[in-house]
């Protein structure tokens, strides 16, 4: 802890990890109380996993074919929005094909990843560490994309607070009242894909289900209504990775792990604190 | 007086996988009328509301709202739906779910007016909610929610008020008093009830709706305890009232 606190100021390395938490943070409060309350985590943890096979396929064009401006991240992006896309459309027109459409892109996209990853020569170590987070490899190009995605997301969110919200409550009614909802809900599945990309570089592939459900959950416990629990989480994901680098950074821990053991640990206090004090009262 | 129907409902059959649900429905509901829409369960209430409000397209036959295709029109019907299957973990207060009747009223975009404030105040108003503005909706009683759902629909000040079962979780007194509020409603819009129970209805509307695959249309003062016994097929409990404009 003391470590970080001397060395944070010392290594822009680690001021571009807390930055990459806060911008994350900030998009996965917002997205993650949509998450959580439409529950759609399923969909979340499926679009996160296909980011391995934009990741991958993205290197193998740059290796193999000289795509050189084809950066990983952007066949990330691109993944996850084809898979929140097809989650979203297959959902509307089939509603019961939904659940077998996420198990199946969930594996698959991981599976084209691992292919990819394998026919690509060359060093390709960093693709596999997405998979657990690479916070503290994030360089001041990666920055810059994150900060847009963030911004974006968080902008669309606002403007269109009261149709997501309604869409989310009850569809049916946002429908009779002129709202389109099939056009919210599948751009609110693309945000999510875009948080998850945010959220892959800081916690890695594999637990993003984690990161984008557990702060708003918390949130959730707390609150009364929905921008409240937004704000509420934003924080309290900026708190966890926050915390989560500095307790990993001392001992050499994995800092993506870290963060999502704070997560986990403030959650399940905060589950069962609020049902003692209530059993007390 | 608008010479256009509120509801102009032509021949219309509609069918789930085949099972028919409505065959040939033929009528018209008046402007500022009050009508009740009745029959059995499962004799096709819900489906013939959802059918006026464009949700299901008819099979056959053709339906105008207010002159209009159903899908066109429905923003200015106000619609309480029933049996709501709504989650009550949601982090809403009861104003965030009156104000969601004022979506379609205003731009698309950013917060709600001052404007949009005070219409889903009044609406809450109306239905003596206003006082719980500020509570989660999921504190409320089975009666309050539903108080807060006519409220939404009310919220977007509609030409036409659609109501399925709206007093299926209310007692008595608050039956009356909603009924009371609907009646004098009903002298500048149209409102639809639909409800299961003839008897309490037809001291209010003006018409009945019998629904049970094919539809009848009866003014109130005509339906007795035989067009009951057709409708449901059995004996029925008719409910001894007075009429209140005779």
Redesign the interface.
């Known amino acids: 802890m003391g470590e970080f606190l001397t060395d944070l100021p010392r290594y822009p390395f680690l001021q571009h990890a807390l930055l990459v938490g806060a911008l994350a943070g900030v998009a996965c409060g917002i997205i993650g109380s949509y998450v959580v ?1 439409k ?1 759609i985590s399923t969909i979340a943890g499926s679009i996160s996993h296909t980011v391995l096979g934009g990741l991958g396929a993205a290197r193998y064009c740059q290796v193999v074919h000289g795509w050189d401006w084809f950066h990983p991240l952007y066949g990330a992006v691109l993944a996850a929005l084809i898979a929140a896309l097809v989650i979203g459309l297959v959902g509307m027109k089939a509603r019961q094909r939904e659940d077998t459409v996420i198990g199946a892109l969930w594996a698959v996209g991981m599976a084209a990843g691992i292919l990819f990853i394998s026919r690509t020569p060359g060093y390709s170590e960093d693709l596999m560490s997405y998979l657990f987070g690479s916070i503290l490899m994030v360089s001041a190009g990666d920055l810059w994309l994150i900060a847009g995605l963030d911004l974006f997301v968080v902008v669309v969110a606002a ?5 997501f ?2 869409v ?3 569809e ?8 389109r909802v099939e056009g919210f809900y599948l751009l609110l599945l693309c945000m999510t894909a875009l948080t998850v990309v945010l959220l892959v570089t800081v916690v890695g592939i594999i637990m993003v289900i984690a990161i984008i459900t557990l702060p708003a959950a918390v949130a ?1 416990e707390f ?4 921008w ?2 937004m704000l509420l989480s934003a924080l309290l994901t900026v708190a966890f990775t926050t915390a989560g680098l500095a307790l990993s950074y001392g001992p050499d821990l994995p800092a993506g792990a870290t963060i999502i053991a704070v997560a986990g640990t403030v959650y399940l206090a905060s589950v069962v604190g609020v049902r003692l004090f209530r059993l007390k009262r | 007086m608008s010479p256009v129907d509120a509801v102009r409902v032509s021949h219309v059959s509609f069918s789930y996988d085949g099972t028919p649900v409505l065959e040939d429905v033929h009528f018209t509901i008046p402007q500022r009328s009050f009508i009740s829409i009745v029959g059995p369960n499962a004799g096709g209430k819900t489906t013939l509301l959802k059918l006026m409000l464009g949700l299901l397209r008819p099979s056959r036959g053709t339906i105008e709202i207010l002159g209009m295709p159903p899908a066109k029109a429905r923003t200015r019907i106000g619609y309480m739906p029933q049996h709501v299957q709504l989650d009550l973990q949601f982090p809403v207060t009861v104003l965030d779910v009156a104000l969601m009747g004022r979506l379609g009223r205003r731009l698309p975009i950013g917060p709600y007016s001052r404007a949009d404030r005070a219409g889903a105040l009044e609406a809450l108003r109306k239905l003596e909610m206003q006082d719980l503005a500020g509570r989660p909706f999921m504190a409320l009683s089975g009666g309050q929610r539903q108080r807060v759902l006519i409220a939404r629909a009310l919220a977007s000040e509609p030409q036409m008020l659609f109501l399925d079962e709206p007093t299926a979780n209310v007692d008595m007194v608050v039956e009356t008093e909603l009924f009371e509020l609907l009646h004098e409603m009903s002298k500048t819009i149209t409102v639809v009830v639909v409800s299961h129970d003839l008897g309490f209805v037809s001291q209010y509307v003006q018409s009945v709706v019998c629904v049970n695959r094919r539809v009848m249309v009866h003014p109130t003062a005509s339906v007795t305890g035989e067009v009951i016994r057709d409708l449901y097929l059995s004996d029925v409990c008719m409910v001894r009232h007075h009429h209140r404009d005779g």
């Open positions: 309350t529950k403007l269109f607070y009261n149709q919200l309604a989310c409550f009850d049916e009614f946002a429908r009779l009242r002129g709202v959730g609150t009364k209504r929905l409240h629990m």
